[in-house]
T-cell receptor, first 116, second 111 residues
Framework: EAQVTQNPRYLITVTGKKLTVTCSQNMNHEYMSWYRQDPGLGLRQIYYSMNVEVTDKGDVPEGYKVSRKEKRNFPLILESPSPNQTSLYFC???????????????FGNGTRLTVT | KQEVTQIPAALSVPEGENLVLNCSFTDSAIYNLQWFRQDPGKGLTSLLLIQSSQREQTSGRLNASLDKSSGRSTLYIAASQPGDSATYLCAVKGVADGLTFGKGTHLIIQP
């Protein structure tokens, strides 16, 4: 089954304790991205990647790191989490095609992170 | 910078009604526009994707239209059912930047 898999689904941690949220897709997608979703603010892009070893900042990259060593995996790293990073996080992926060609975005089920 | 606005923010209608959700965007230089559905505590499910060269897409009871020049899209839901209750988000893929989401319309279909 084609899917984007995030782990863990729920995570409670303390300020300053490094954590990684994993994301894996089995659709051979070039494009992968991380979003956070907060009440009243909607979905905001954190980082994205067009292909292996290519990553770029989104709208809210501060406090986050990513890596893309393999095509299927795109982990999100919080080196020193803070309470303002408490949020619902989504990973997404799609094919990267020239403009005008269908490339819908597929989402994982989300990771709810609480930083105390 | 692209901005995407969805109106209304919330909508409650009786079962069986036809309804329209609106999405507007400020920069018409887009590759495509995508409508998603999000159920509480769940991820986003893609409903329809309209390329910039297209005017509309249909899937079952859903029809999405795109007027790129005016920066508008609508999602039409025919014969609404309680199972349609969810938050609906539109997202625009820009030429110069990535995907920008609206804040969504929270839809409740009353049985």
């Amino acid at each position: 089954e084609a899917q984007v898999t995030q782990n863990p689904r729920y995570l409670i941690t303390v300020t300053g304790k490094k954590l990684t949220v994993t994301c894996s897709q089995n659709m051979n997608h070039e494009y992968m991205s991380w979003y956070r979703q907060d009440p009243g603010l909607g979905l905001r892009q954190i980082y994205y990647s067009m292909n292996v070893e290519v990553t770029d900042k989104g709208d809210v990259p501060e406090g986050y790191k990513v890596s893309r060593k393999e095509k299927r995996n795109f982990p999100l790293i919080l080196e020193s989490p803070s309470p303002n990073q408490t949020s619902l996080y989504f990973c997404a992926s799609s094919l990267l095609r020239p403009a005008g060609v269908r490339s819908p975005l597929h989402f994982g089920n989300g990771t709810r992170l609480t930083v105390t | 910078k692209q901005e995407v606005t969805q109106i209304p923010a919330a909508l409650s209608v009786p079962e069986g009604e036809n309804l329209v959700l609106n999405c507007s965007f400020t920069d018409s230089a887009i590759y495509n526009l995508q409508w998603f559905r999000q159920d509480p505590g769940k991820g986003l499910t893609s409903l329809l994707l309209i390329q910039s060269s297209q005017r509309e897409q249909t899937s079952g009871r859903l029809n999405a239209s795109l007027d790129k020049s005016s920066g508008r899209s609508t999602l039409y839901i025919a014969a609404s059912q309680p199972g349609d209750s969810a938050t609906y988000l539109c997202a625009v893929k820009g030429v110069a930047d990535g995907l920008t989401f609206g804040k969504g319309t929270h839809l409740i279909i009353q049985p």
